[in-house]
Nanobody
Framework: QVPLVESGGGLVQAGGSLRLSCAASRSLFSANTVAWYRQPPGKQRDLVAAITDDEDTNYADSVKGRFTISRDNAKNSIYLQMNSLEPEDTAVYYC?????????WGQGTQVTVSS
């Protein structure tokens, strides 16, 4: 097991910003891809942003230009900076890490954007 613990969620007004953090219990130096997913109420879980061990990034079209994913391997942490938040960004956000053949998920953190 590789516990991933998210923090930084909460309630924010539209146009505001939040920064999500994810702390990994195992060194991120050995993680391939790390990512953030989200699941709005009643909908499926979808990729928000991902970053590889080579620092290549990939974003969902809906968040491009507003969200930034980063990783700090020395601190075993993954971050998601979210700016210009919209009510449509309301969801539970999950941290994800892939170590070799194994996938690990955090427990999720709620982000609510009010209009």
């Amino acid at each position: 097991q590789v516990p991933l613990v998210e923090s930084g969620g909460g309630l924010v007004q539209a146009g505001g910003s939040l920064r999500l953090s994810c702390a990994a219990s195992r060194s991120l130096f050995s993680a391939n891809t790390v990512a953030w997913y989200r699941q709005p109420p009643g909908k499926q879980r979808d990729l928000v942003a991902a970053i590889t061990d080579d620092e290549d990034t990939n974003y969902a079209d809906s968040v491009k230009g507003r969200f930034t994913i980063s990783r700090d391997n020395a601190k075993n942490s993954i971050y998601l900076q979210m700016n210009s938040l919209e009510p449509e960004d309301t969801a539970v956000y999950y941290c994800y890490a892939k170590y070799g053949l194994w996938d690990y998920w955090g427990q999720g953190t709620q982000v609510t954007v009010s209009s």
